[in-house]
């Protein structure tokens, strides 16, 4: 019973904080928009500056969190895929209309579902891999992606989910010895350096009108990642997957309010897809 309980609240608490977690990177990837198309910041400088602020803030929010680890290759290995993941996101975002971005991106539940499957050994049950396919479906419906002239530059974006997907995979296995702080911080920590070599080409800095949204941007990916190693520590990155399309309607929505970027699909037919889909494989988990 006791068991049964403890299964129940990651079901719920799981997807909250994964739901969170993705308004906040749409948040993250708005400002990285307004840095990069409206003002001009190189994607290579906004990265490392993004993720040095989130360092900088999370440090002292975890300073007490323990340090030590008995798997630094595993850490590193987690890291040294999602920094490659952060290069072609935000390389992909200077130069592809955010809802074709966000589109692709759907690739990568796909990629976690079918990785937590073959190497954390999840379970892979029919309404986990149809609510992915449901709300691959409902991104489609939203953003109609294919409309517009095919560009060599919209496989960014389909890298960047691989990558993620890989390293999200890595994550959920940490999570098993790790704390969400401790993950956190590492991801943070070495990611600075790694993007600090990808900006040496383009340099470090960044324009007064600018510097705001970097900012905020760095705030909000400090919070999102933290709240994306507290879902994995709680459920299963396999059942986590379809509310990853969640962040489409929010990504879309804000792309909307501050672009004006419209996208050319039925998008609240499609939100409402995302969100049944979703709301069904967490309620036949947590039932």
């Keep these: 019973m006791i068991q049964m309980k403890v299964m129940n609240s990651g079901a719920i608490m799981g997807p909250l904080y994964f739901v969170a977690a993705g308004a906040l990177f749409a948040g993250a990837n708005t400002a990285v928009q307004g840095a990069g198309m409206i003002h001009g ?23 007490r969190a323990p340090w030590r680890s008995d798997r630094p290759l595993a850490h590193l290995l987690r890291v040294g895929l999602a920094a490659i993941g952060v290069q072609f996101w935000v390389a992909g975002l200077a130069v592809v209309p955010i809802w074709q971005a966000i589109a692709l991106i759907l690739t990568s539940p796909l990629f976690v579902t ?13 309404p986990r891999v149809l609510a992915v396919l449901v709300g691959a479906v409902g991104g489609t419906i939203i953003l109609d992606p294919w409309a517009d002239a095919f560009q060599l530059s ?14 999200s995979v890595v994550t959920k296995e940490l999570t098993k010895s790790e704390n969400a702080g401790t993950l956190t911080l590492a991801l943070l920590v070495l990611l600075v350096p790694i993007n600090g070599v990808a900006a040496i080409s383009s340099g470090f800095a960044v324009t007064a009108s600018a510097l705001w949204l970097v900012a905020l941007s760095g705030l ?29 309607p929010l990504n879309v929505g804000l792309g909307i309010i501050f672009f004006g970027f419209a996208p050319p699909g039925m998008m609240w037919i499609g939100a409402a897809v995302i969100i049944g889909a979703s709301a ?8």
């Design 154 to 167: 919209a496989l960014l974006p389909v890298g960047a989910a691989a990558f993620w997907a890989a390293s």
């Design 41 to 63: 910041v190189p994607s290579a400088t906004i990265a490392f500056w993004q993720y040095a602020l989130a360092c900088a803030i999370v440090i002292p929010l975890v300073w």
């Design 114 to 126: 079918l990785g937590a499957w073959l190497f954390l050994g999840e379970r892979m049950t029919p």
């Design 280 to 287: 069904w494989v967490m309620k036949d988990e947590a039932g």
């Design 220 to 248: 909000l990916i400090a919070a999102a990642q933290y709240l994306i190693a507290k879902a994995y520590s709680v459920a299963d990155a396999a059942y986590l997957q379809p509310f990853d399309h969640l962040k489409l």
